[in-house]
């Protein structure tokens, strides 16, 4: 049974913060990377970033449009990754979704098998 579940989505104000955790079960993470995606309504689903301990020394990505607000870590020993937000803006409204995939890091959305829920983010005055 592999499974992925995001949580830490809520309504928040313009500027606010929010930290948002993937936990995965039935896999471990220093097999895998995990991505964060997001999808607002009516829109294509985007990348956010990427975290891989696989990868040799380890990799991190960001979507130019979350670079200097987001940032992406993880916790192995918990096999959970999480994603802060800071700085949020009402464009950053969407359902975030945590993705597996291989070792690879990159947002490359086709690679990605095995997908959490989703957790609703709502930025806005």
């Known amino acids: 049974q592999v499974q992925i579940v995001e949580s830490g989505g809520g309504l928040v104000q313009p500027g606010g913060s929010l930290r948002l955790s993937c936990v995965g079960s039935?896999?471990?993470?220093?097999?895998?990377?995990i991505g964060w995606f997001r999808q607002a309504p009516g829109k294509e689903r985007e990348g956010v970033s990427c975290i891989s301990s696989s990868r040799a020394g380890g990799y991190i990505e960001y979507a130019d449009s979350v670079k200097g607000r987001f940032t992406i870590s993880s916790d192995n020993a918990k096999n959970t990754v999480y994603l802060q937000m800071n700085s949020l803006k009402p464009e950053d409204t969407a359902v975030y979704y945590c993705?597996?995939?291989?070792?690879?890091?990159?947002?490359?959305?086709?690679?990605?098998?095995?997908w959490g829920q989703g957790t609703q983010v709502t930025v806005s005055e």
């Open positions: 993705s597996r995939r291989d070792w690879n890091c990159d947002l490359d959305i086709d690679r990605y098998d095995v």
């Open positions: 039935g896999f471990t993470l220093d097999s895998s990377a």
